[in-house]
């Protein structure tokens, strides 16, 4: 898979095990991201996925069970030849402390939110993993009835 570094504190994306089907990326950049907030996180490379093929970014687990992180917008083509870079959101919800409404001394608004929630990301940090799946490309056709199924429903029709 051919890659070329854009940044210069780039670091190549890698595998913690022969046998991972995803590739680590990491950030280029010190980011911190509040609770409820979403943003844009370069890693530094340009990739040259093959043709037939795309680019899934998937979260790392660890990420989004002991941080609440997330991944967004997860699919680069084989034509994309730009910066890769990662849509990170923080999930979780702002700390909010309140105010004593009745208490005059000092600021007087009854909620105050705080920052425990954030979660901060430095530069080299494993952010996400990219996964390099085969794609099929279909002729759309266009009918008046589709082929019956025993399936339907559909959004938990067979219970949770």
């Known amino acids: 898979m051919y890659f070329r570094k854009v940044r210069p504190n780039a670091i190549a994306p890698t595998r913690a095990h022969s046998w ?8 280029c950049e010190d980011i ?3 609770p409820m907030e979403r ?5 530094g490379i340009e990739i040259e996925i093959p043709t037939g093929c795309y680019g899934r970014i998937a979260p790392r687990s660890g990420l989004a069970v002991r941080a609440g992180i997330d991944v967004l917008a997860g699919v680069i083509d084989c034509g994309y030849r730009d910066e890769v870079q990662v849509v990170l959101q923080n999930l979780n919800l702002p ?7 009745s208490d005059k001394r000092g600021h007087t608004n009854t909620a ?7 979660h901060d990301i430095a530069a080299g940090d494993r952010i996400a993993q990219i996964i390099i799946e085969k794609c099929y490309y279909p002729a759309w056709i266009e009918q008046e009835t589709l082929a019956d199924q025993d399936r339907n429903g559909g959004f938990g029709s067979t219970g949770i």
């Open 20 to 27: 991972d089907a995803g590739y680590d990326l990491y950030s």
């Open 32 to 34: 911190s991201i509040g």
């Open 39 to 43: 943003k844009l996180i370069p890693v």
């Open 95 to 101: 700390e909010v402390l309140f105010k004593n409404p």
């Open 112 to 118: 105050l939110f705080g920052d425990k929630n954030r």
